[in-house]
């Protein structure tokens, strides 16, 4: 039971948490972010599940919430089941293999200014839709392969639709007295402090009671 609410619960909303916080720092990203839902969804109603495949800058930001902050440090162990190579090493059979997902989301070989929350790096010029799987393991979002998590496309969906409707319904600013987010994480991706801010309605009332 842990798994599964680590994995459904805690891996998406500590995306969508990690994100907001992002963009708050950078608030030309969240009004960005905005922009784009108002325009898919209007404003005369919520956002749905049909929204999803438009809202691409909105699944790019979730991309760089989990590249840069991964739920937890490592994945789940893995044992080889021949002799292989990766990279140069010699990985004998029996061996347990552990992903740090920390170091692959910032491997400056990877990725440029790694440390830097940049959603736009996760959208190609042909306008082809984002997806927050990554069967590149360039990160570590839902896992890939046979011991994939077999419910990616439920948490891909959740993760949008919370983050999708946080930024559609109402406009976020940090707290007067508060310059900028704390975004130290602790020995996985997760905020060492909780995420505080202010948040305004920007939708018609009666659409809060749907």
Request: hydrophobic share 40%; net charge neutral; glycine share 6%.
């Amino acid at each position: 039971m842990q798994e599964l609410m680590l994995g459904g619960a805690d891996n998406p909303s500590n995306a969508v948490e990690c994100a907001l916080a992002e963009m708050i720092n950078q608030p030309y990203k969240l009004q960005q972010a905005t922009e784009e839902v108002d325009k898919v969804v209007g404003k005369q109603r919520m956002v749905q599940e049909s929204d999803i495949p438009k809202l691409n800058y909105v699944k790019a930001c979730l991309r760089e919430a989990f590249r840069l902050h991964p739920v937890v440090p490592f994945n789940p162990p893995h044992v080889s089941t021949i002799d292989t190579m990766v990279a140069n090493y010699f990985i004998p059979k029996g061996s347990h293999v552990l992903l740090s997902r920390h170091e692959l989301g910032r491997n400056p070989k990877v990725w440029s200014e790694p440390h830097k929350f940049k959603p736009e790096r996760h959208q190609k010029n042909d306008g082809s839709v984002v997806v927050l799987s990554e069967p590149d393991l360039k990160f570590i979002s839902f896992g890939t392969g046979r011991r994939g998590c077999p419910a990616v496309v439920l948490g891909s969906t959740m993760a949008v639709m919370l983050l999708g409707r946080l930024i559609h319904a109402f406009s976020w600013t940090a707290p007067p007295n508060v310059s900028s987010i704390n975004l130290k994480s602790n020995n996985g991706g997760m905020l060492d402090e909780p995420l505080v801010l202010e948040a305004k309605p920007r939708l018609a009332p009666e659409l809060y009671y749907i």
